[in-house]
């Protein structure tokens, strides 16, 4: 699965096929992609993520619980919740209904990933730093504590169990 400017499309590994605004996905503009625990998979666009089950599509806005129409990060967490990272901050789906958090929960800025780490906290690397969850807390890191940039583009955690942030150029 490839998310483009134009759609998104599969290949099987002999042909391709594009799925597009007129075949269910909620725009053609495809900034994430993510597969569920379940198998359905899910792609953040411009207006808002679209689920396909392999046969139907379903789309979520704003006006069904997402913080913003514009979805730049999906993240399934241990408990089954998917998180979604929009240009206006991040929610999360139960499977039945979105939590978007406020400004006191977590960051308002354009978020570009969520990952969760071995010991279950939550990071969202966004335009301003980097927020983690932990239990029911957010904790902020900027420049002030390391982070060589303020505008944080991804995380991963490697074998060792450190996490590696990039972003603004260059890695901290």
Do not use: C
């Not at 590994?13 to 992609?33: E, I, K, M, Y």
């Not at 359905?40 to 046969?55: A, C, I, M, P």
């Not at 704003?62 to 998917?82: K, P, Y």
């Not at 901050?89 to 780490?117: C, L, M, N, W």
Request: negative net charge; charged residues 20%.
């Amino acid at each position: 699965w490839i998310g483009t400017n134009r759609g998104v499309s599969r290949y099987d590994g002999s042909t391709w096929q594009t799925f597009t605004r007129q075949d269910g996905l909620s725009a053609n503009q495809v900034h994430a992609l993510f597969e569920d625990s379940s198998g359905h998979l899910w792609f953040g666009t411009e207006r808002g993520v679209s689920r396909y089950d392999g046969s139907t599509w379903q789309t979520f806005r704003r006006r069904h619980g997402l913080s913003n129409d514009s979805v730049r990060a999906i993240w399934q967490d241990a408990s089954g919740h998917l998180w979604f990272g929009t240009r206006s901050g991040i929610s999360r789906y139960d499977g039945v209904r979105f939590k978007s958090f406020t400004e006191e929960d977590a960051p308002k800025d354009v978020v570009h990933s969520i990952f969760q780490d071995r010991e279950h906290n939550v990071w969202v690397t966004t335009t301003n730093g980097v927020y983690q969850h932990k239990f029911s807390t957010l904790q902020t890191f900027t420049v002030e504590d390391g982070l060589e940039s303020m505008n944080v583009s991804a995380v991963f955690e490697d074998s060792s169990g450190h996490l590696w942030f990039g972003g603004g150029g260059a890695v901290s």
